[in-house]
Structures are given as structure tokens and as C-alpha cells.
């Protein structure tokens, strides 16, 4: 696969968490030129120095995906920078994790506006930019707990559920237009904040996966790397599951 992104321009929002990441480096490593959106000035810098040591070269935008504004000028200086975006991967995300009946207002806006509502906010003003050139890959990041729903999570469960039903609207809507949209569904992934978790808790839901493990980053790039191809383009409007048969549907 390697090459088969050459002098695409391809922006991951939330690129510095771990699966950003490894999505960030994959793309990169198939010849895209990388963009990356981040908030904490001390991820960004991390991010710049693993990229760099890693051999891939990774532009970073400050950007609060929640704000449209703020997706309005980003999208606006990368096509200003380096051009217009060929494949947009919604990626940021956030947990405010608590029951329901202790759930304040603000967690569950601080999770609808950074999972679901950013989806809008920085696709919304790239899409156009696709549609003019008829060409074009949006690729949503969801959850297996979106798909299944989650103890804790129904501002997060919410808001991956949401992402999905984006996807198929906005697939049907472009899809005469050469551009694809498609939604990745993740399972349990080892990701910084999946080994935070205390191990016995862990062992717990390694448990319920057939596969018997949690996934790497890098399965989930490899196959957002795939739907960024041109291979993939009979595939729209589709929710990719990769979850280790932990959520079959």
C-alpha cells in the first residue's frame, strides 16, 4: 500500500491520542501529506518529536474541533498552506464517564459537542471543497459502544450512535460525487487511556473479547488506511466494526 496516498493531504482531528496516532504515521508512511488537529500544547509536542524520530512528517493545527469557528479557519489554512483536503478522518474524541443519575449537564454537553458535534463543525466546511472537486474520503471514528452501549456511558454511547447516522446521510448525499464516507468502529484498543484502566478491571473485558486481547493502534490505521484508497471506493455508508468479535451485529 505504500505510495498509494502520494500528494493526497489528509487531516485526522485528535491526532495526537493513540489511535490519532498510528492513523497520523500510516497515512503518512502511504504517502499522504499528514495534518493533524490538537488542543494540549504538551501532546502536540510529543507528537512532533515521536513523529519526527519515526520518520514522518506531520503538520499540527491548533484547533478546538467543538468550536465551528475554529474549523471554519482551519480548514481555511490548510487549503491556504498545502491545499485542499483529500481525506478527512473525524477522530477526536472525549470520556466524561458516569451514570446517568449522577450525570451533570456539562458532561453531557462536553461529549456531544467534542465526539459528535465536531463531526459537523469540521466536515461541513471541507465537504464543499470535495464536492467542487469530486473527489474525496471522510472517514468517522465510532466505538463498539456506540453499537452496544456502555454502563456509564450514555453521553458517549450517545454520541459514537450519532456519528453513524452522519455517516449514511452524508454517504448518500455525495456519493455521486466520488467521495465516500465511512465509519470505523473500534473496540477495546490498548491505548494510553485503556491500560490506565486498573488490571483486574482490564483482565475483565479481555475476557469478554473472543480474540482473547485487546486491538493495537495500528489495526485500526490499517484499516482507516485502506478506505482511504482508491480500492475502497465501492464502499459507503458502511460501519466497519474491529472489535475482536467482542460485538457481532
Known amino acids: 500500500m505504500s505510495g498509494a ?8 482531528t485528535g491526532g495526537t491520542g493513540g489511535i490519532g496516532k498510528a492513523i497520523c504515521k500510516r497515512l503518512s508512511n502511504m504517502g499522504a501529506r499528514v495534518v493533524s488537529t490538537y488542543l494540549g500544547e504538551n501532546k502536540a509536542r510529543d507528537m512532533k518529536t515521536e513523529m519526527k524520530a519515526q520518520g514522518c512528517d506531520v503538520a499540527i493545527y491548533r484547533c478546538d474541533v467543538s468550536d465551528f469557528g475554529q474549523c471554519q479557519a482551519l480548514a481555511a489554512s490548510i487549503e491556504n498552506d498545502l491545499g485542499p483536503v483529500d481525506i478527512l478522518v473525524n477522530n477526536a474524541g472525549i470520556t466524561r464517564d458516569t451514570a446517568m443519575k449522577k450525570m451533570q449537564a456539562e458532561q453531557w454537553q462536553q461529549v456531544i459537542n467534542t465526539n459528535l458535534n465536531s463531526v459537523f463543525n469540521v466536515t461541513r466546511p471541507i465537504i464543499e471543497s470535495m464536492l467542487e472537486r469530486q473527489t474525496g474520503r471522510v472517514i468517522n471514528i465510532s466505538s463498539i459502544n456506540g453499537q452496544k452501549g456502555q454502563f456509564g456511558q450514555t453521553n458517549y454511547s450517545a454520541a459514537k450512535a450519532g456519528i453513524h447516522g452522519f455517516t449514511m446521510a452524508l454517504a448518500q448525499e455525495v456519493a455521486r460525487k466520488g467521495i465516500t464516507v465511512n465509519t470505523v468502529s473500534p473496540g477495546y484498543i490498548a491505548t494510553e487511556m485503556v491500560m490506565a484502566v486498573p488490571e483486574d478491571i482490564r483482565n475483565q473485558v479481555i475476557a469478554q473479547i473472543p480474540v482473547g486481547r485487546l486491538g493495537k493502534p495500528e489495526e485500526i490505521a490499517a484499516l482507516v488506511g485502506f ?20 460485538h457481532m451485529h
Request: charged share 15%; net charge negative; hydrophobic share 55%.
Open 5 to 12: 496516498l502520494d500528494g493526497k493531504i489528509a487531516l485526522i
Open 227 to 246: 478506505l482511504a484508497t482508491d480500492d475502497a471506493a465501492f464502499i459507503t455508508g458502511a460501519n466497519l466494526a474491529a472489535n475482536g468479535g467482542q
